[in-house]
């Protein structure tokens, strides 16, 4: 192992050995090729089967609109929407607020739609995607569209209604087969279709939990299906890689629709830090990425792209740590800076 990959290594061991985290995947790979793939913990309870990178399936959380992001993209190639389109084209239903709102502006979170509120983010109901609208769709607007940046997991539940309508299929099914199976993550799942899974698969998903000042306790039960868009998805570390070199590679999307992909937002003269679906970090230090956190109840998760150096991370937990990231930047810097030389 590399002098930078034992470091990094041991800043990962260390985080996992130390109870911070029930389990945790990691995967990096550099210029085209795994060079970590390891694990660490295990799948749920003291006896249980230790947890492996390539086949534990893990919440991927936020992740997804990254997926999301993708499906946009391969929509706009094909000419089944634009960007600059009114939502209430597709959905003239939807309550205006006295506003339009953009498919841009769910993609970039400028559209003021309101985040998670109450118990909102824990509910188990098996809502549609249409279903879900009804959380929040009349609510009033945080802001006039286009003015502001607020980060709301809803705007992508509304883009998603807005995907399928304009795709005439349901969006699982157009991004199984347009982004999905075109690079080739054979190990991705929307987990709302777990029902659907073989028992092989359902054995492989790791158990969630949530953290509290006694330790770790199995996480509530919730169902994101109707948020599949914006966190509703199962995958593993290796298969969370290939969605990070398909941003490398420039692969399934024409160049200038990952120009618009990975172009973050200003508002305001000030950046967003986001493009569509993906968050576009590259200018606020030298360890600046592409790509996306996650935190969801049971998952907290890490997908960063440094382009130049060529590398991507791919790293699942399965509980909502957020206090780590000061810790897995560190082990981060190390890649980014011993690896590539």
């Known amino acids: 192992m590399k002098p930078g990959l034992q470091t990094f290594d041991q800043k990962i061991a260390a985080i996992a050995e130390h109870n911070?985290?029930?389990?945790?995947?990691?995967?990096?790979?550099?210029?085209?090729?795994?060079?970590?793939?390891?694990?660490?913990?295990?799948?749920?309870?003291?006896?249980?089967?230790?947890?492996?990178?390539?086949t534990s399936l893990f919440r991927i959380a936020s992740i997804a609109k990254s997926i999301t992001g993708l499906a946009l993209g391969r929509m706009i190639d094909k000419k089944m929407l634009s960007l600059d389109e009114s939502i209430f084209e597709y959905l003239p239903q939807y309550p205006k607020n006295n506003f339009d709102i953009s498919i841009k502006h769910l993609a970039t979170h400028t559209s003021g739609i309101r985040s998670y509120k109450g118990k909102e983010l824990f509910s188990n109901k098996a809502y549609g995607i249409e279903e879900g609208l009804a959380l929040f769709k009349n609510d009033p607007l945080l802001f006039v569209p286009?003015?502001?940046?607020?980060?709301?997991?809803?705007?992508?539940?509304?883009?998603?209604?807005?995907?399928?309508?304009?795709?005439?299929?349901?969006?699982?099914?157009?991004?199984?087969?347009?982004?999905?199976?075109?690079?080739?993550?054979?190990?991705?799942?929307?987990?709302?279709?777990?029902?659907?899974?073989?028992?092989?698969?359902?054995?492989?998903?790791?158990?969630?939990?949530?953290?509290?000042?006694?330790?770790?306790?199995?996480?509530?039960?919730?169902?994101?299906?109707?948020?599949?868009?914006?966190?509703?998805?199962?995958?593993?570390?290796?298969d969370i890689i290939k969605l990070g070199q398909a941003a490398l590679d420039q692969s399934i999307l024409e160049s200038s629709t990952w120009d618009e992909v990975l172009t973050q937002q200003?508002?305001?003269?000030?950046?967003?830090?986001?493009?569509?679906?993906?968050?576009?970090?590259q200018e606020l230090d030298d360890m600046g990425y592409i790509g996306h956190i996650g935190q969801g109840v049971g998952a907290y998760t890490n997908l960063f792209v440094y382009p130049d150096a060529e590398l991507v991370v791919a790293l699942l937990i399965n509980a909502s740590v957020p206090n780590l990231q000061t810790a897995l930047d560190s082990a981060y810097e190390v890649l980014r800076k011993e690896i590539p030389q």
């Open 20 to 54: 911070q985290v029930p389990a945790l995947s990691c995967a990096v790979q550099h210029k085209g090729e795994i060079i970590y793939s390891k694990a660490f913990g295990k799948y749920g309870g003291f006896n249980s089967n230790p947890v492996e990178p390539e």
């Open 266 to 281: 200003f508002v305001m003269a000030k950046p967003t830090y986001y493009g569509l679906g993906w968050q576009c970090n």
């Open 146 to 238: 286009g003015a502001d940046y607020y980060y709301s997991s809803y705007n992508y539940v509304l883009l998603s209604a807005v995907m399928q309508i304009a795709a005439k299929e349901s969006f699982g099914s157009f991004v199984q087969r347009e982004v999905l199976d075109a690079l080739k993550m054979s190990q991705t799942f929307e987990e709302a279709a777990k029902t659907s899974l073989s028992k092989e698969m359902k054995k492989r998903t790791v158990k969630m939990y949530s953290k509290t000042k006694n330790g770790f306790k199995r996480a509530s039960r919730v169902n994101n299906g109707y948020k599949i868009a914006a966190g509703g998805y199962l995958s593993t570390a290796t």
